[in-house]
């Protein structure tokens, strides 16, 4: 028997056991909570919409009706559309690489894969100003050879992978070393091939990590501002994204149309959180399904 | 068993293809989106043009499709000036360049994207419209602010932007020093001082004219904004004229924004002819009259006259006579360790 088993009523008893404080203090501490989350979050949030439909539901829709905020939704869409996916089978790769494999530098790959959260997002766009800048190391041939990198889409992709890179390996990495690698050891000897112990063993086994991650790697490619806004030139209809758009509609006096795009944004935020939410719950699944106590709720989630 | 195996297997295929099929036409549309567009250039501005260059745009492009029977779409870009410029150098595929000063234009001409006697190929030294400096004041100007002096005063803030950064910031610091030397006989180091208690006052300096504006409209911060008439002609008509008042100095700079064709740029892309009228344009009558209406003061006689009593009357110096031209300004000013960093020192 362990000794913390999950379920409905041993989880209360369990948590009463803990709780010694008065039903004051705990009231207090949650109104504080709720208190501070109202200040900070709810009402910025609420601002957001109010200031959005303050002109109306006419000016709101019109805010995304113009050519170039709909070419900005365009390329925000197109730039997650690359970058996620490409992000998410780095981040299976290399989280399977450091999870099953021991080999020379692998501390030195960890720590490479969190660097983009270390570093502030103007570093992340100028280093590729100065790789691919007409006056930075491979801007002369670049030029030569017709190549737009930076102040197009291939700058704006490559920031946000740069910025988004650790969001997918970082979800799995923790959670392939802790599975180890019995299981797929055990497919191999049952005479399975390469691809069918990964697709029958391993991505079964971290699909709702790997979703997770992809949501988190959305979130933050559609909303990325700093790095973006470095290398994209700021050109409007062309290379400006949904978060840039924002701040000129804004800078504009335009506030009911700034706010239009931002309520777009906050309600991908508020999509996320949703997402995310039953991912989690998804992701806590199987530790109860693993469990020989429990076997009616064995069957109701496979 | 097997059937089922291959079952799968089909279903696995379809998937396949069906995300095949949804990138590759999300692709083509993407391309055919790409393709639809006409002859395009690209417009590198600063920052309080963005509504100039729209209605700017609009009557150029119609003037065009008239003239040449092309359709031509302007592609604009705002930001501060000197990133402007800064993203210019770095291979922004700008057409043209249409920046707050002379300076900056100077800093493309360095890497060679343009010749360097470029200000001599459009008249009016290349500078199609002019502005000057004036004060921005709460309504009823409650620090009776009327002149210079009346900036330098204790408990004045004063919202000016960033010299290093914005273009603005560097023609409202110029014409402070040129006021200064004016009064004290052009003793330098007074006005130096005078300077020193002019960025004494500063509570916060943005990096751009129009984050300064809106630090001061929206965020409420400051007794008096510094910066472009034209921006402050503008706050005025955006944001309600009975919430704030102009005020114009006694004398100030004749800021002379430029504009020019970036060579290197448009003659890769085929579009040197239609980015040569585009400027040319600027000093047409209707280029002149839009460039008026946006509150920036015209060039050509006939239109400076229909609009000169939208125009306070104000002595103006310009940056040759007092500063001799803007490479010398830059240097003794701006550069790093200049007069600006002697003087400027933040949370004092």
Redesign the interface.
């Known amino acids: 028997m362990k000794p913390i088993r999950v379920t409905a009523d041993t989880d209360l008893q369990w948590k009463d056991s803990l709780t010694t404080e008065s039903s004051l203090v705990r009231r207090l501490l949650i109104a504080a909570a709720f208190f501070y989350l109202t200040l900070f979050l709810f009402i910025p949030l609420a601002a957001v919409f109010a200031e959005a439909f303050k002109g109306g539901m006419a000016a709101y829709v019109g805010s995304f009706l113009n050519e170039d905020a709909l070419a900005a939704i365009r390329l925000t869409l197109l730039v997650a559309f690359v970058a996620v996916p490409l992000n998410a089978v780095f981040g299976v790769a290399a989280a399977w690489a450091i999870a099953k494999f021991d080999f020379v530098g692998k501390q030195i790959l960890v720590t490479l894969i969190d660097m983009p959260l270390a570093v502030s997002p103007v570093i992340s766009g100028l280093i590729y100003v100065l790789l691919f800048g007409a006056q930075g190391w491979l801007g002369p041939w670049l030029a030569e050879h017709d190549i737009k990198i930076i102040f197009a889409l291939p700058g704006i992709v490559l920031a946000t992978i740069f910025v988004t890179v650790p969001f997918v390996a970082r979800e799995l990495i923790p959670l392939m070393q802790s599975q180890g690698r019995d299981e797929e050891e055990a497919a191999i000897t049952l005479g399975a091939s390469g691809w069918q112990m990964f697709t029958r063993v391993t991505l079964p086994n971290i699909k709702w990590s790997l979703l997770y991650g992809v949501i988190l790697c959305n979130a933050r490619a559609m909303g990325e501002f700093g790095a973006v806004s470095v290398v994209s030139g700021h050109i409007r209809g062309l290379t400006n994204t949904m978060p840039l758009h924002v701040e000129i509609l804004y800078n504009e006096y335009n506030a009911v149309s700034a706010f239009a795009v931002a309520s777009l944004l906050t309600l991908l935020a508020i999509v996320t959180l949703a997402a995310k939410a039953v991912v989690e719950r998804k992701m806590l699944s199987p530790i109860i399904v693993a469990d020989p106590v429990l076997p009616v709720q064995a069957g109701s989630s496979r | 068993m097997k059937d089922r195996e291959g079952g799968k297997l089909i279903v696995k295929i379809k998937h396949v293809m069906s995300i095949t099929v949804v990138l590759a036409g999300?692709l083509l549309w993407?391309a055919a989106?790409q393709a639809a567009e006409p002859a395009v250039i690209?417009n590198v501005s600063y920052?309080p043009t963005?509504?100039l260059y729209q209605e700017f745009n609009a009557a150029f492009a119609k003037y065009w499709q008239k003239e040449k029977s092309q359709a031509v779409v302007v592609?604009?870009?705002?930001?501060g000036s000197s990133k402007q410029a800064r993203?210019v150098?770095?291979?922004?595929?700008a057409d043209v360049v249409t920046l707050a000063l002379a300076y900056d234009v100077d800093a493309i001409a360095k890497?060679r994207l343009l010749p360097s006697d470029w200000q001599k190929r459009l008249p009016h030294n290349s500078s199609p419209y002019t502005s000057t400096i004036v004060f921005l004041v709460r309504k009823g100007n409650p620090k009776g602010i009327r002149d210079w002096d009346d900036l330098v005063k204790p408990g004045v803030a004063i919202i000016p932007a960033n010299p290093k950064t914005s273009g603005a910031a560097r023609w409202a610091y110029l014409s402070a020093w040129g006021y200064a030397l004016k009064k004290y006989g052009n003793d330098d180091s007074k006005a130096k001082e005078f300077i020193g208690k002019f960025y004494a006052n500063v509570p916060v300096l943005d990096s751009g004219a129009?984050?300064a504006t809106?630090t001061f409209v929206e965020r409420g911060i400051g007794d008096v904004l510094v910066g472009w008439e034209n921006e402050a002609y503008l706050a005025l008509k955006?944001?309600g004229a009975g919430k704030f008042e102009i005020v114009t100095p006694s004398i100030s700079i004749l800021a002379e924004p430029t504009v020019s064709l970036v060579d290197k740029v448009v003659k890769?892309k085929g579009t040197e002819v239609v980015a040569q009228a585009y400027l040319q344009y600027l000093y047409s009558d209707e280029g002149q009259e839009i460039a008026a209406k946006h509150f920036y003061r015209p060039r050509t006689e006939a239109v400076a006259a229909k609009y000169a009593g939208q125009f306070a009357k104000v002595n103006l110096f310009t940056i040759d006579d007092v500063f001799g031209g803007w490479q010398k300004a830059q240097q003794t000013h701006f550069a790093d360790g200049g007069v600006f960093d002697e003087i400027y020192k933040p949370n004092k």
């Open positions: 999300f993407y989106v690209l920052d963005r509504e592609k604009q870009s705002h930001a993203a150098i770095d291979g922004l595929d890497v129009r984050g809106t955006e944001l890769r």
